[in-house]
């Protein structure tokens, strides 16, 4: 079966980086887009970014734009989030998802999810 699982979350003080990372097993991961969401605490869960099975399509939502980056190593079956000038209204817990369909990127379409990692940002 499909798994994915994140890392990389923790502690880190407003303008500093993070990295996670999402290992995803159970199928031919370069036929898949990936993406990352995050839900912080009383909020919906909202999307951050998502990269297209090839790599070669990116999206960001407006607040992460120009600070995180969605890269992917289809070698290492790997999605990426690079986030660096952290803020403390990035703190959420962050989810890596993708759809149980090859070759979709519609938002509506990922309903593979990870456990979360949390990312916390200190002012």
């Known amino acids: 079966q499909v798994q994915l699982v994140e890392s990389g979350g923790g502690l880190v003080q407003a303008g500093g980086s993070l990295r996670l990372s999402c290992a995803a097993s159970?199928?031919?991961?370069?036929?898949?887009?990936m993406g990352w969401f995050r839900q912080a605490p009383g909020r919906e869960r909202e999307f951050v970014a998502t990269i297209s099975w090839s790599g070669g399509n990116r999206y960001y939502a407006d607040s992460v734009k120009g600070r995180f980056t969605i890269s992917r190593d289809n070698a290492k079956n790997t999605v990426y989030l690079q986030m660096n000038s952290l803020k403390p209204e990035d703190t959420a817990v962050y989810y890596c998802a993708s759809p149980s369909r090859p070759y979709v990127r519609d938002l509506g379409a990922f309903d593979y999810w990870g456990q979360g990692t949390q990312v916390t940002v200190s002012s």
């Open positions: 159970g199928r031919t991961f370069s036929n898949y887009a």
